[in-house]
């Protein structure tokens, strides 16, 4: 059984178009997507539409929540916004508010956005020096609260990353279809950065050996998807984009 794991894809259906051709060379059984779908400044609609012309498993992000638990005084404030939810319409935003929190996939197979607990929270790093450095094997594990998966899939980092746990569990975060790199003010100034703009994702299969996990690197159009960022005002998106540099 062959599992494409997509997340983080914002809104960059250019990004997603090539992830998914990619993924139909590879004979994956299914497509599971760890969330934070929609929100961005580059094709939302036509994202939802390619998305869901496909059958994916969904979990929920924090960046979708915050299309339908926003405030229209938020909305006001932030252009961005403001264009996500004018160019979605109604029906893409309800199909966001029915996605659950977390998936168990498989009985060996855990699926979250964050961490099992908090849909903000990175799992894997620790960003208190303003760089990512990866926990402890004993913080990852607090941090599970008792969930014994074999295999936890994670993203909201948009960095790929493979752990290996003391516990036998391998934790699993795919990136970023469609923003390699971003700079967050919370809860401290933090850049993640995969220096470069290709695309990721993941496949995951099981063998006789054990669990095989390949971290994909895709190229595609990044130029539109810069011109949608610039279109839009966000430079700084048209820079994580173009360079996979949050910096």
């Keep these: 059984m062959k599992f494409a794991i997509i997340s983080d894809i914002h809104s960059n259906a250019y990004a997603l178009q090539a992830v998914l051709d990619d993924i139909s060379t590879r004979g994956a059984n299914?497509?599971?997507?760890?969330?934070?779908?929609?929100?961005?400044?580059?094709?939302?609609?036509?994202?939802?539409?390619?998305?869901?012309?496909?059958?994916?498993?969904?979990?929920?992000?924090?960046q979708d929540r915050l299309l339908y638990e926003v405030t229209p005084e938020e909305v006001l404030k932030n252009p961005t916004l403001q264009f996500v939810l004018n160019d979605l319409g109604d029906a893409p935003v309800?199909?966001?508010?029915?996605?659950?929190?977390?998936?168990?996939?498989?009985?060996?197979?855990?699926?979250?956005?964050?961490?099992?607990?908090?849909?903000?929270t990175y799992l894997l790093e620790d960003i208190s020096s303003g760089s990512p450095q990866v926990r402890s094997d004993g913080e990852i594990i607090r941090m599970l609260d008792g969930e014994d998966s074999d295999?936890?899939?994670?993203?909201?980092?948009?960095?790929?990353?493979?752990?290996?746990?003391?516990?036998?569990?391998?934790?699993?975060?795919?990136?970023?279809v469609g923003l390699p790199a971003y700079t967050d003010n919370h809860p401290v100034v933090h850049s993640m950065q995969t220096y470069s703009s290709h695309a990721s994702y993941t496949m995951l299969e099981q063998d006789s050996a054990g669990w095989k996990v390949q971290q994909m690197n895709i190229p595609?159009?990044?130029?539109?998807?810069?011109?949608?960022?610039?279109?839009?005002?966000?430079?700084?998106?048209?820079?994580?984009?173009?360079?996979?540099?949050?910096?």
């Design 30 to 62: 299914h497509i599971v997507n760890l969330g934070d779908t929609l929100y961005g400044p580059l094709a939302p609609r036509a994202t939802y539409n390619l998305l869901t012309s496909y059958n994916v498993i969904s979990i929920c992000g924090n």
């Design 94 to 120: 309800e199909w966001l508010d029915t996605l659950p929190f977390d998936c168990q996939i498989t009985r060996e197979i855990y699926a979250c956005h964050g961490s099992p607990t908090n849909d903000l």
């Design 151 to 176: 295999v936890i899939l994670c993203g909201h980092t948009h960095l790929p990353r493979v752990v290996e746990l003391s516990s036998g569990q391998l934790i699993v975060n795919a990136g970023s």
């Design 220 to 247: 595609y159009a990044v130029e539109d998807a810069v011109a949608a960022a610039t279109r839009q005002e966000r430079f700084d998106w048209a820079r994580y984009l173009a360079t996979g540099r949050g910096d």
